[in-house]
């Protein structure tokens, strides 16, 4: 069982920035991917960013309406994935929900093995 712990969100003005955090804790070992989604009212969750947890591969991907402004880092010894978010814009607004997956094509894929609770992010014009 792997527990995902967000932070980090709150009210924020157009193009102000942002940082997300999310702690796992438990059988780490199983999550190689770590990412963010997002759900605003009345829409589907959608994938934010990912980013995976090979030493030697760092990959990470991102959606397009992100790319660009937010970016994704871990940091495998503290079992913590960062979402940078800059130049915000209202259309951000959403609960932002850290992921956990096998691999990163499955977390892109919203195949997720574990979800945090999530966190308000609030841009205003």
């Known amino acids: 069982q792997v527990r995902l712990a967000e932070s980090g969100g709150g009210l924020v003005q157009a193009g102000d920035s942002l940082r997300l955090s999310c702690t796992a804790s438990g059988r780490t070992a199983y999550s190689n991917a770590m990412g963010w989604f997002r759900q605003a009212p009345g829409k589907e969750r959608e994938f934010v960013a990912a980013?995976?947890?090979?030493?030697?591969?760092?990959?990470?991907k991102y959606a397009d309406s992100v790319a660009g402004r937010f970016t994704i880092s871990r940091d495998n010894a503290k079992n913590t994935v960062l979402l940078e978010m800059n130049t915000l814009k209202p259309e951000d607004t959403a609960t932002y929900y850290c992921?956990?997956?096998?691999?990163?094509?499955?977390?892109?894929?919203?195949?997720?093995?574990?979800w945090g609770r999530g966190t308000q992010v609030t841009v205003s014009s």
């Open positions: 980013v995976s947890s090979h030493r030697w591969n760092f990959g990470t």
């Open positions: 992921a956990a997956s096998a691999n990163i094509q499955a977390l892109m894929a919203a195949r997720v093995d574990y």
